[in-house]
């Protein structure tokens, strides 16, 4: 019978990034660690691939007693803001087709989402990629195109090199691209979440490069390691966090290099900055963030939907149950999905009270998947 090739290998030894005695010697590594820093350290990661990863491969009951590992605002569809929400229901209720991405549909807006347009006749269309959104303009010329454009600096590069690249007349975007630097300074200046150490995206710093953190280090004094997404990729970069923790050292290292270099992918960024400029804005939860929201420059307004089209979100009233989401809270690290007296009852990935229980890298959705705190 005929074998598939690297079969053989699959099922015989482990992967090369999930050997759970590579795992083991890492745990306990962590453990002598902790024995020598001998009080407690709060590590904060800023993405939701590496809360999925922890959560999915059990490694918070790896971590010794007294390490704590919490996500921080690390959900780019958690941290848009309800009025960026608004915008887009509002685009589709006016007869544009509002493409997104398939987080987006359903993450509430001050009383409706994008679904609840969906089903009350609005033309709202769910794309995997930027160049879809094109397409669907390039097929649609009588229609007014709007791709609700979400996310870190990742997907920021892409909407900018479509953009750059022409587009058709009928294609607007609707920017809630995020930028997560600054949204870290903010947390890190939080007195009440208290933290030691931060693992940062390593696919966001395949773009930025590990040496935009340096700043960040040096003001703050808080040690920062790149860190990747398969379990033994966590863990090792929580391991040179308490490295560095216990030297009392704040330094900057790279645990991703073979996806990360120090000055990231320079042509992207380039496009990337030809495009958006920085400005501030809400993260939904959050706080207002100088910086961190990114719009699209003068020289592209033709495809800014802002300044193509009138909007005026008629919101309608809020969903009561708004008021007691800790989402905010939760992408601050001061606070757990099962400290919400929604979790899990009222608020359900079928019936989302909270943009944290929508996305696949949403905190609260991701515990709720696998199982909640014990068996995280
Ligand atoms: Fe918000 Fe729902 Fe999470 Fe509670 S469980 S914090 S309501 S998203």
Request: charge should be negative.
């Amino acid at each position: 019978m005929l074998q598939q090739r690297g079969t053989q290998m699959a099922t015989e030894a482990p992967l090369q990034f999930r050997d759970p005695d590579a795992a083991t010697e890492l745990a306990d590594r962590l453990e002598e660690l902790m024995n020598e820093i001998s009080e407690p350290v709060n590590v904060m990661h800023v993405c939701g691939s590496h809360e999925q990863a922890i959560a999915k491969f059990g490694l918070r009951s790896l971590l010794p007693d007294g390490l704590s590992v919490r996500m921080g605002p690390g959900c780019p569809v958690c941290v848009t803001n309800m009025p960026e929400v608004d915008e887009a229901v509002s685009l589709a209720e006016d007869g544009a087709i509002v493409v997104t991405y398939g987080d987006m549909y359903r993450v509430p807006g001050t009383s409706k989402s994008l679904a609840d347009a969906s089903a009350e006749g609005a033309d709202v269309e769910i794309i995997y990629s930027v160049s879809e959104a094109v397409e669907l303009a390039e097929e649609h010329p009588e229609r007014e195109v709007v791709f609700f454009a979400t996310g870190f600096e990742t997907t920021a590069a892409p909407t900018a090199a479509v953009l750059a690249a022409g587009v058709p007349d009928n294609f607007s975007v609707l920017s809630a691209h995020k930028y997560v630097p600054p949204a870290m300074e903010v947390v890190a200046a939080l007195p009440e979440t208290d933290i030691d150490g931060f693992l940062a995206a390593g696919h966001a710093a395949t773009i930025t490069g590990y040496e935009l953190f340096e700043d960040f280090v040096d003001e703050y004094q808080i040690p920062v390691v790149v860190g990747g997404f398969e379990p033994l990729d966590v863990l090792l970069g929580i391991e040179r966090l308490l490295e560095l923790i216990r030297d009392e050292r704040a330094g900057l290292e790279n645990a991703y290099p073979r996806c990360v270099s120090e000055e990231g992918n320079t042509a992207a960024l380039d496009i990337l900055w030809d495009v958006f400029e920085p400005t501030a804005g809400e993260w939904r939860g959050i706080a207002n963030i100088p910086d961190a929201n990114l719009i699209i420059r003068e020289q592209y307004a033709d495809y800014d939907a802002r300044k193509r089209f009138d909007i005026e979100p008629d919101t309608g009233a809020a969903n009561p149950l708004t008021e007691q989401c800790l989402c905010g809270d939760i992408m601050a690290g001061t606070a757990d999905p099962d400290e919400c007296a929604l979790f899990g009852e009222e608020c359900t990935p079928a019936n989302p009270v909270g943009a944290c229980m929508v996305s696949s890298e949403g905190t609260c959705k991701i515990w709720l998947e696998y199982g909640g705190r014990p068996d995280l």
